[in-house]
């Protein structure tokens, strides 16, 4: 099926720096969802938004619902080093989930 | 509370073998969905059960089953294995079918030489 386009594929920043990656799609959902995947392991869910225009925070990540359903960005301020990993969007819609291919995030300290 | 469990983590298999995975969800969760992961294709939707009945099926060849008990813990199986199968496979588990708040386990990563 469709996936989601998610970009940017792999980001190289300092630490201390923000960080901004977005997901789009030409259908719409009615659920977007964040993850977060370190090496060997499974991704675990950062942020869910469940309405168009939804703004969400948790902690030093900040999501957002597209007004169109159709995309959404999340933000990341202050990077740490343990910030380093593959994030992954994932939009969801009548039992049917799509993800994007995953934002590689690398923290230089 | 324990989180999702997949066994077993690691496996090598050659080609033609079939394989058996296990997750076991989060006690209380009766949905099960089952994810591929390659570096190319990402991570693709293979099947969902619910109270032990497939709800949901991706588009994947019919060497791909699974199931699921009655105490919600699933099995997934792959026949005569392709090197192309080689992935990470991982397991989710939800309250409801495809819930928001699915929790994925740690995966089975699936070599095949």
């Known amino acids: 099926g469709q996936q989601l386009n998610q970009s940017p594929q792999s980001m190289f920043i300092q630490e201390g720096e923000d960080v901004s990656m977005n997901c789009t799609s030409s259908?719409?959902?009615?659920?977007w969802l964040w993850y977060k995947q370190d090496p060997g392991e499974g991704p675990v869910l950062l942020i869910a938004l469940y309405k168009a225009g939804e703004l969400t925070s948790n902690g030093r990540l900040t999501a957002q619902f597209g007004i169109t359903r159709k995309d959404s960005f999340l933000n990341i301020s202050a990077s740490i080093p343990s910030d380093v990993g593959i994030y992954f969007c994932a939009g969801l819609k009548n039992n049917d989930m799509r993800f994007g291919a995953g934002t590689r995030l690398t923290v230089k300290p | 509370k324990a989180g999702v469990t997949q066994t077993p983590r690691y496996l090598i298999k050659t080609r033609g073998q079939q394989v058996t995975l296990s997750c076991s969800p989060i006690?209380?969760?009766?949905?099960v969905s089952w994810y591929q992961q390659t570096p190319g294709q990402g991570l693709q939707f293979l099947f969902e059960?619910?109270?032990?009945?497939?709800?949901n099926k991706g588009n994947f060849p019919g060497r791909f089953s699974g199931r699921q008990f009655s105490n919600s813990r699933s099995e997934m199986n792959v026949s005569t294995l392709e090197l192309g199968d080689s992935a990470l496979y991982l397991c989710?588990?939800?309250?409801?079918?495809?819930?928001?708040?699915?929790?994925f386990g740690q995966g089975t990563r699936l070599t095949v030489v």
């Open positions: 259908s719409i959902f009615n659920t």
């Open positions: 059960y619910f109270s032990e009945t497939q709800r």
């Open positions: 006690s209380g969760h009766r949905s």
């Open positions: 989710a588990s939800s309250l409801v079918p495809i819930n928001t708040e699915a929790f």
